[in-house]
């Protein structure tokens, strides 16, 4: 017999696989994603839609501007997405997307070190929010005495990190 109330659990290998994202301007969210942040382009539909990979997957961002066409960011005060979260393999490619950043002239929002991860905040043209971050190998996180997770929210570094660029 199975308990009905039974709180249902994920598989461990469980991924969010991409985020498609409204955008008021196709070429300029491109010049971002692609340009900057370094994401290639996959496949384009015309000047309305566009996929951008890493390492060659069919696509991690999907743009699309079929409903969102010179449109303007929600305001402040309302739901919607807050963040997407780009994670990166190791600090050196956290550091050389930063260089990249920094030399756009994009402004972070903030930086913070999570003990679990170092993350940059930032926005992107249209004004959602975009997090870059790497993850700590698991034997790093932080604890507490009972071994729970204990993360917290310290500065980064930005120089040193800048430093370990590839």
Same mark, same amino acid.
């Given at each position: 017999?199975?308990?009905?109330?039974?709180?249902?659990?994920? !598989? #461990?290998?469980?991924?969010? @696989?991409?985020? %498609?994202?409204?955008?008021?301007?196709? /070429? +300029? *969210?491109?010049?971002?994603?692609?340009?900057?942040?370094?994401?290639?382009?996959?496949?384009?539909?015309?000047?309305?839609?566009?996929?951008?990979?890493?390492?060659?997957?069919?696509?991690?961002?999907?743009?699309?501007?079929?409903?969102?066409?010179?449109?303007?960011? !929600? #305001?402040?005060?309302?739901? @919607?997405?807050? %963040?997407?979260?780009?994670?990166?393999? /190791? +600090? *050196?490619?956290?550091?050389?997307?930063?260089?990249?950043?920094?030399?756009?002239?994009?402004?972070?929002?903030?930086?913070?070190?999570?003990?679990?991860?170092?993350?940059?905040?930032?926005?992107?043209?249209?004004?959602?929010?975009?997090?870059?971050?790497?993850?700590? !190998?698991?034997?790093?996180?932080?604890?507490?005495?009972?071994?729970?997770?204990?993360?917290?929210?310290?500065?980064?570094?930005?120089?040193?990190?800048?430093?370990?660029?590839?």
């Amino acid at each position: 017999m199975t308990n009905a109330a039974a709180k249902p659990v994920l !598989p #461990a290998e469980t991924r969010i @696989g991409h985020v %498609h994202l409204k955008v008021s301007d196709l /070429d +300029r *969210a491109i010049a971002f994603y692609s340009g900057v942040l370094g994401f290639e382009i996959t496949q384009r539909y015309g000047p309305q839609a566009a996929f951008l990979s890493a390492g060659g997957y069919h696509h991690h961002i999907g743009l699309n501007t079929w409903e969102s066409k010179g449109g303007k960011p !929600p #305001a402040p005060g309302t739901t @919607g997405l807050y %963040h997407t979260a780009i994670l990166f393999p /190791d +600090r *050196a490619s956290l550091g050389a997307v930063l260089k990249r950043v920094i030399e756009a002239g994009i402004p972070l929002d903030g930086a913070a070190d999570h003990g679990v991860s170092e993350a940059l905040y930032l926005r992107d043209p249209d004004g959602n929010g975009v997090e870059l971050y790497r993850d700590r !190998p698991e034997a790093e996180w932080p604890r507490d005495a009972q071994g729970n997770l204990a993360m917290v929210n310290a500065p980064v570094d930005l120089h040193a990190l800048l430093a370990e660029a590839a």
